[in-house]
């Protein structure tokens, strides 16, 4: 009955690897997003998408690459990680853009 | 630059008391949402109210909006010990809400 789901929870990881974030939303909502939340609960977007298409990209560095398999799902692939890359990541979804959003319950990922 | 900005960072009262955060933001919104998130957890929607509207509420929640101030204020009647969390406020600009740094609320028992 999860409405925003993301895996994993917590993902510890050293510099210079590469990780995925995967989230699903089941509410039927065409626009998903993720955002980072930083040490100081100062949350940014970083991307949005809607019906699979790219809307938004925030400046976020190139290691950072979301793929849309469908409208229903948004994971976020990581390469190279950076110590500066440790935060939580939020996926949310919308049923249009400036709706309210559903989120997810967060990835905490730690670099070391 | 960050759009909205939450008043007090931090606010502590004392159980059944009332909370009150402010929000400025500095751009014109089609509309303005408040969201909680509690300790390790995801954001809850909790309400949002149109440009062209003044007031909402939604059981404990007051919202105000004035769009000539470019503010907002969310107050909480009769807290709870449930309502600890943090609150944020979020405009929409250009297809995407921009968030504030949050109001960390703390009601003590």
């Known amino acids: 009955d999860t409405a925003v789901s993301q895996t994993p929870k917590y993902l510890v990881t050293q510099m210079g690897n590469d990780k995925s974030i995967k989230c699903e939303q089941n509410?039927?909502?065409?626009?998903m997003y993720w955002y980072k939340q930083d040490s100081k609960k100062f949350l940014k977007i970083m991307f949005s998408?809607?019906?699979?298409?790219?809307?938004i990209n925030e400046t976020v560095p190139n290691r950072f690459s979301p793929k849309s398999p469908d409208k229903a799902h948004l994971n976020l692939h990581i390469n190279s990680l950076e110590l500066g890359d440790s935060a939580v990541y939020f996926c949310?979804?919308?049923?249009?853009?400036?709706?309210?959003?559903?989120f997810g319950p967060g990835t905490r990922l730690t670099v070391t | 630059s960050q759009q909205g900005e939450e008043d007090p960072q931090a606010l502590s009262i004392q159980e059944g008391e009332n909370a009150t955060m402010n929000c400025s933001y500095k751009t014109s919104i089609n509309n303005l949402q408040w969201y909680r998130q509690n300790s390790g957890r995801g954001l809850v929607h909790l309400i949002l109210i149109r440009s062209n509207e003044r007031e909402k509420h939604s059981g404990r929640l007051r919202v105000t909006l004035d769009t000539s101030k470019k503010s907002s204020s969310l107050l909480i009647t009769a807290s709870r010990a449930a309502d600890t969390a943090s609150y944020f406020c979020a405009t929409d600009a250009s297809q995407k809400l921009v968030f504030g740094q949050g109001t960390r609320l703390t009601i003590n028992p």
């Open positions: 949310a979804s919308s049923q249009y853009t400036s709706y309210e959003q559903y």
């Open positions: 998408y809607n019906n699979k298409e790219l809307i």
């Open positions: 509410l039927g909502h065409d626009t």
